[in-house]
């Protein structure tokens, strides 16, 4: 939804666009520079109130108790709410979103589109060159580039969406005396993993995201002129950014940069860093620890500015004991659609799901999930340490030899964290297309084809005989919980 700023609500939406619009509240502060800067005064407040702040970020399924009575279908249907709307954010994860907070705020400070020199800025974008006029840029204050970083599985790309949530709407729509214009307060993009990902293809992602946010077919068929050049590519990307006011440009998945190779990884940074430095646009920069290593490679000079808006490790917990780890299984438990819900047993339970997730936040919620949907189907309706391992070793099999690796600190297999988590993950949360390609293969390949799961190691052991589900159950598993379910875009090849 576009926030407008009106004196009373317009019911009917932008006829370019049909996008629905909503009025904008700006604030007041007290200080010049946020109070007379649109960009600044029409986000959500700024506030020092933890519990505010955590209730912006939190993100909570739809769920009644009364859900517990509908058929084993639908329950099974719903628990789909669980990947889909839960967020449940700690103390690391409100310390980064104030520091971002301050970081778009920062970045507003010297781009002002009520003034002259925020006009020239847009109108003088698309040209090579500093356009953010230095009698702009206050001392320790401006456009900076912040670099998130955290294994696989652990939130990053779920942490960026609530700070985007906690900040207001994706697009704030000014009525200013100079004309109308779209501020779009964070532009994320997924760094594709696509090998020839050059500044020219960055600059065609950009433009399909600012259509999509904007709800136009504006930009993207700029970029269908193949003789375009790389120069024509990158303008107008800049237009974009310049011209839409952008808080921030997030690139998740950043680690996909090492595909790039030495000369196209300069190539990139150096990209980059003249968006933040000629433009006055924050950057923010979010993968896997791989993605650290460029900070590795680079001169200092470089790996000072990629992390001068702050460098944020989002680790995952290493046990049952930290307080963060058992706050979230707390709040998780309330989640259920099993018919018999049973009290939440913190002397084993707690030990007993980090056991089998290794703290990582996509691994437990997967947990959680597949067992809800054995308690359902099997109809003993309760999830117990037995129903917990019992999906652990039908559903989560392809995820076993880097969770032993992280139980035994295996460091031969940690190296390979990144490629292991991805590749397990693409074969435990596959999309529709995907499992329609799995049955196919099936049906071809007759009734008597051979299972090509990939062996378990050591996995922990359930009460249950029968451990595993046949090939055709799971299946009917699968097709059952899993046909409205995508998988994440960082994993998409």
């Given at each position: 939804?576009?926030?407008?700023?009106?004196?009373?609500?317009?019911?009917?939406?932008?006829?370019?666009?049909?996008?629905?619009?909503?009025?904008?509240h700006?604030?007041?502060?007290g200080?010049?520079?946020?109070?007379?800067?649109?960009?600044?005064?029409?986000?959500?407040?700024?506030?020092d109130?933890?519990?505010?702040?955590?209730?912006?970020?939190?993100l909570?399924?739809?769920?009644?108790?009364?859900?517990?009575?509908?058929s084993?279908s639908?329950r099974?249907?719903?628990?789909?709410?669980?990947?889909?709307?839960?967020?449940?954010?700690?103390?690391?994860?409100?310390?980064?979103?104030?520091?971002?907070?301050?970081?778009?705020?920062?970045g507003?400070?010297?781009r002002?589109?009520?003034?002259?020199?925020?006009?020239?800025?847009?109108?003088n974008?698309?040209?090579?060159?500093?356009?953010?006029?230095?009698?702009?840029?206050?001392?320790?204050?401006?456009?900076?580039?912040?670099?998130?970083?955290?294994?696989p599985?652990?939130?990053?790309s779920?942490?960026?969406?609530?700070?985007?949530?906690?900040?207001?709407?994706?697009?704030?729509?000014h009525?200013?005396?100079?004309?109308?214009?779209?501020?779009?307060?964070?532009?994320?993009?997924?760094?594709?993993?696509?090998?020839?990902?050059?500044?020219?293809?960055?600059?065609?992602?950009?433009?399909?995201?600012?259509?999509?946010?904007?709800?136009v077919?504006?930009?993207?068929?700029?970029?269908?002129?193949?003789?375009?050049?790389?120069?024509?590519?990158?303008?107008?990307?800049?237009?974009?950014?310049?011209?839409?006011?952008?808080?921030?440009l997030v690139?998740?998945?950043?680690?996909?940069?090492?595909?790039?190779?030495?000369?196209?990884?300069?190539?990139?940074?150096?990209?980059?860093?003249?968006?933040?430095?000629?433009?006055?646009?924050?950057?923010?920069?979010?993968?896997?620890?791989?993605?650290?290593?460029?900070?590795?490679?680079?001169s200092?000079?470089?790996?000072?500015?990629?992390?001068?808006?702050?460098?944020?490790?989002?680790?995952?917990?290493?046990s049952?004991?930290d307080?963060?780890?058992?706050?979230?299984?707390?709040?998780?438990?309330?989640?259920?659609?099993v018919?018999?819900?049973?009290?939440?047993?913190?002397?084993?339970?707690?030990?007993?799901?980090?056991?089998?997730?290794?703290?990582?936040?996509?691994?437990?919620?997967?947990?959680?999930?597949?067992?809800?949907?054995e308690?359902?189907?099997?109809?003993?309706?309760?999830?117990?340490?037995?129903?917990?391992?019992?999906?652990?070793?039908n559903?989560?099999?392809?995820?076993h030899?880097?969770?032993?690796?992280?139980?035994?600190?295996?460091?031969?297999?940690?190296?390979?964290?990144d490629?292991?988590?991805?590749?397990a993950?693409?074969?435990?949360?596959?999309?529709?297309?995907?499992?329609?390609?799995?049955?196919?293969?099936?049906?071809?390949?007759?009734?008597d084809?051979?299972?090509?799961?990939?062996?378990?190691?050591?996995?922990p052991?359930?009460?249950?005989?029968?451990?595993?589900?046949?090939?055709?159950?799971?299946?009917?598993?699968?097709?059952?919980?899993m046909?409205?379910e995508?998988?994440?875009?960082?994993?998409?090849?």
């Open positions: 939804m576009i926030e407008e700023h009106s004196d009373t609500p317009s019911p009917a939406g932008s006829p370019e666009s049909g996008v629905a619009i909503a009025p904008v700006y604030e007041k502060y200080v010049p520079e946020m109070d007379d800067n649109p960009l600044i005064a029409g986000l959500k407040s700024v506030t109130d933890i519990p505010e702040q955590l209730d912006r970020l939190t909570k399924p739809q769920f009644s108790e009364a859900d517990r009575s509908l084993a639908i099974i249907l719903l628990l789909n709410r669980l990947r889909e709307s839960f967020f449940f954010p700690s103390d690391s994860h409100v310390h980064i979103y104030k520091e971002t907070e301050a970081q778009i705020i920062a507003y400070w010297s002002n589109p009520k003034s002259a020199s925020g006009q020239r800025l847009v109108h974008a698309a040209k090579p060159g500093q356009q953010i006029e230095c009698s702009n840029l206050m001392p320790g204050l401006g456009a900076s580039i912040s670099f998130w970083v955290g294994p599985g652990q939130g990053k779920s942490l960026v969406r609530a700070i985007g949530r906690a900040l207001g709407k994706a697009v704030i729509r009525h200013l005396p100079n004309g109308t214009t779209d501020q779009i307060v964070m532009l994320v993009r997924n760094f594709t993993d696509q090998p020839n990902c050059t500044p020219k293809a960055i600059a065609k992602l950009v433009a399909d995201r600012a259509d999509e946010l904007l709800g077919r504006d930009y993207a068929p700029l970029f269908h002129d193949k003789s375009m050049s790389r120069t024509h590519y990158v303008s107008e990307m800049r237009r974009i950014l310049s011209s839409h006011w952008v808080g921030a690139l998740d998945v950043f680690e996909n940069v090492s595909l790039l190779g030495t000369k196209g990884e300069k190539e990139l940074i150096a990209l980059l860093v003249n968006l933040r430095d000629e433009l006055g646009v924050p950057l923010i920069l979010i993968g896997t620890y791989k993605a650290a290593e460029i900070l590795e490679s680079a200092a000079s470089v790996t000072r500015r990629f992390v001068d808006g702050g460098l944020h490790d989002l680790r995952r917990p290493l049952e004991d307080e963060e780890f058992r706050a979230f299984c707390d709040v998780l438990w309330h989640y259920q659609w018919r018999n819900p049973l009290p939440f047993q913190k002397d084993s339970m707690y030990k007993t799901l980090f056991d089998l997730s290794q703290g990582i936040t996509a691994v437990l919620l997967m947990l959680f999930r597949f067992a809800q949907t308690a359902i189907r099997s109809g003993k309706e309760s999830i117990t340490e037995d129903a917990l391992k019992t999906a652990y070793n559903k989560l099999f392809p995820l030899q880097i969770l032993n690796a992280l139980r035994t600190d295996d460091r031969r297999l940690l190296d390979k964290y490629d292991l988590y991805l590749r993950f693409r074969e435990i949360e596959p999309s529709e297309s995907m499992n329609r390609l799995a049955l196919i293969r099936k049906n071809a390949q007759g009734p084809a051979a299972d090509d799961r990939p062996e378990r190691s050591n996995p052991q359930a009460s249950q005989d029968n451990r595993y589900l046949d090939t055709a159950s799971r299946h009917q598993v699968e097709s059952a919980v046909q409205m995508g998988i994440p875009e960082e994993v998409l090849k």
